[in-house]
């Protein structure tokens, strides 16, 4: 089996760090190499980076764009002919009780608590804490620090920026964005930008993406 990184930009390069050390401790896929259409790269910190047309047979992927737009699209695109990878930090101790689904990826120092529910292609960046009976949607990301406190719900496509916290049992509706550094005592609506400390509604996220700039895959 192949491991193919969609995405040969800052997270991809990454995730190939994460592959390679999962890969150094159970020898799981015989080649680890980038998907990516955008750059004009043919390698990138010494792997290959194919194009889409170009992926062998027996290839697992997992998306590396930080943009839950995007990574729903790349999902959709990719599920009639690949199977998702789940990439966990060998080091990350995940209970019984708790789900990961396809697609996921926990990095390194993240706390992943009893009874939560990662939804499918969803990202835990490093030393994020997931509290329990936390149920986080599809292809959301979980930036560095984040605090989430036992029994939050989160919908699909939400983006918690580095270093916020979210009070226990709060609700965030689908394609929100909480900005860095917020701490959310409140429950925040689908696709609402919300910053600050107490966190406030900023905007509406009218074109449903974190980063204006994401190119198109």
């Excluded at 959709?76 to 060998?90: E, M, R």
Aim: with cysteine; aromatic share 6%; hydrophobic share 40%.
């Amino acid at each position: 089996m192949n491991l193919g990184i969609y995405g040969a930009g800052g997270l991809g390069r990454e995730v190939r760090e994460l592959a390679l050390q999962i890969n150094a401790r159970t020898g799981r896929w015989s080649s680890v190499f980038f998907i990516d259409d955008v750059t004009a790269e043919q390698q990138v910190n010494g792997s290959q980076v194919l194009r889409f047309g170009d992926i062998p047979t027996e290839t697992e992927i997992i998306i590396a764009l930080g943009e839950p737009s995007l990574r729903h699209q790349l999902a959709d695109k990719l599920s009639a002919d690949f199977q998702l990878a789940t990439l966990i930090h060998p080091d990350v101790f995940v209970p019984q009780t708790t789900v990961i689904e396809a697609g996921c990826i926990v990095c390194t120092g993240a706390f992943i608590s009893c009874n939560v529910v990662l939804g499918r292609n969803s990202l835990v960046q490093p030393r994020a804490c997931v509290g329990h009976d936390t149920k986080i949607g599809q292809h959301c990301v979980v930036s560095s620090q984040v605090m989430l406190a036992g029994g939050c719900i989160t919908g699909d496509r939400v983006f918690i920026g580095m270093n916020s916290a979210i009070k226990e049992k709060t609700a965030i509706g689908h394609d929100a964005i909480i900005g860095m550094g917020s701490a959310v005592f409140n429950p925040v609506s689908e696709s609402t930008i919300v910053l600050g400390n107490p966190a406030r509604a900023m905007r509406n996220n009218d074109q449903g993406k974190v980063f204006k700039s994401s190119p198109q895959r």
